[in-house]
């Protein structure tokens, strides 16, 4: 197992460095595998080629994906099992949920290959940034991704990897980093800014980090120059998510983000669903070619991005994006002046059994508003009500209101969480969070 990962680990970091064409032609090749795979094993993509009148056959180059539809959340919530390829043993899959960002979590199936290939793409990216084997990582995440048990190789003194939980007080997170000096440090962006902001107001001295990640929401430059000086490092983005694993990485240059392109095919499309123009912002949409059990071809992400007009001073021939936009979630605000990443709420509510589809209004800072869509709701509005405000110490009066709808956009968009007082907003990635393996 170990001699085969490490062959492959091999092959990816060579295919980082192929001329353009060369690494079309692997992706062209992936590509076909994958188009073939689900036009024999899944009902919802042979149906769905079937009315695009589309067959295997059709794909003769890369621009060929172009005459597929894309599919939505919504599409493959609806699809259900129908999705996933009937060759795979889904009891002996790993199932993972998306954190719910845009207020309706997903479960889908992966199975041991489909996670190994996602660790060695974040090693990958990881080890670009200067990480090493023997480096002690710690990892602030929701308490549901805490992992207690320690692999072997990590009793070995490789791959070291401490969780905590963002729940945490800050004091404690940062008593954690004070005594186990870690070598990286991961969490999401808002709750780094937190931390920031506690080392600042407090006049710690910088843990200084080899490597300081952010990922799940996108960095901004004063969140950036703010970690950058309370942290003592400058921070590295990774942009992913459950559903492909790391889509995209800044490498030492920071010129960008290099797309994991030999594992995944990223477009940015028009309203009218045309490619845009490098420098221009459109909508990202995402197949993988790396995921057998739940097959994901064209898959709207609700981000926003835009293609680099340059290549990387690094050298790399993966695609760069130059910026990547997401949706905007706003920090809440207690009484006490305290502010808490907007996923205090969200990873609460979304682990409630019976609640599907929600949405969180701050009207102001001792009141939360709780929407919970009534027709994917199951669970108890009181109980809800009751766990949101336990999570809180109860300096927040929660109420809980069920709807036949929920607050949208202007675009017919929502955002999950909305803050009418003024808090710091940061921009988050509809496609949710990604978190280490």
Not at 88 to 111: A, E
Not at 319 to 333: E, F, K
Not at 369 to 376: K, V
């Amino acid at each position: 197992m170990l001699i085969a990962m490490l062959r492959e680990m091999h092959q990816l970091n060579k295919q980082q460095w192929m001329n353009c064409c060369r690494l079309d032609s692997v992706i062209l090749s992936k590509l076909r595998r994958q188009i073939a795979r689900v036009w024999k094993f899944s009902p919802f993509y042979r149906d769905l080629f079937q009315s695009a009148g589309f067959i295997p056959e059709n794909l003769q180059n890369l621009s060929d994906l172009q005459k597929l539809p894309i599919i939505t959340k919504t599409a493959i919530q609806e699809a259900g099992k129908s999705l996933f390829c009937r060759d795979i043993d889904l009891s002996k899959c790993v199932w993972l949920k998306t954190s719910g960002s845009s207020g309706s979590p997903t479960n889908l199936p992966f199975t041991r290959y489909d996670k190994s290939h996602r660790v060695l793409k974040e090693l990958q990216a990881l080890i670009a940034n200067g990480y090493k084997i023997t480096d002690r990582m710690l990892i602030l995440v929701e308490p549901r991704c805490v992992v207690d048990k320690k692999a072997l190789m990590q009793k070995l003194g490789l791959f070291r990897r401490d969780y905590l939980s963002i729940f945490e007080e800050e004091s404690i997170q940062l008593e954690a980093i004070k005594k186990l000096r870690p070598a990286v440090i991961y969490g999401y962006t808002s709750s780094l800014r937190i931390l920031a902001e506690k080392l600042i107001s407090n006049n710690l001295e910088p843990p200084f980090p080899k490597i300081l990640m952010s990922s799940a929401e996108l960095m901004d430059p004063a969140t950036r120059q703010l970690l950058t000086e309370a942290f003592g490092t400058v921070p590295v983005d990774f942009y992913g998510s459950m559903e492909f694993g790391w889509i995209a990485w800044q490498c030492p240059q920071k010129n960008g983000y290099h797309i994991n392109s030999d594992c995944l095919i990223v477009e940015c499309l028009k309203d009218d669903g045309q490619p845009v123009e490098p420098g221009e912002e459109g909508e990202l949409v995402i197949t993988n070619l790396h995921s057998d059990a739940a097959p994901l071809i064209r898959y709207a992400t609700g981000d926003s991005a835009i293609f680099a007009s340059k290549s990387c001073s690094c050298g790399r021939s993966l695609p760069l994006l130059s910026s990547i936009n997401g949706r905007l979630a706003d920090c809440i605000v207690l009484p006490d002046g305290r502010k808490l990443s907007p996923y205090v709420i969200t990873c609460t509510v979304e682990e409630i059994p019976g609640v599907r589809q929600f949405q969180v209004i701050q009207e102001t800072d001792g009141s939360i508003r709780i929407r919970l869509l009534s027709s994917r709701l199951s669970a108890n509005p009181n109980h809800v009500k009751a766990v949101v405000e336990e999570q809180l110490d109860k300096q927040v009066r929660v109420t809980v209101e069920v709807l036949p709808e929920l607050l949208r956009e202007s675009n017919g968009k929502y955002k999950v969480v909305v803050s009418r007082i003024g808090a710091d907003k940061i921009r988050t990635t509809s496609t949710d969070k990604e978190l280490i393996s």
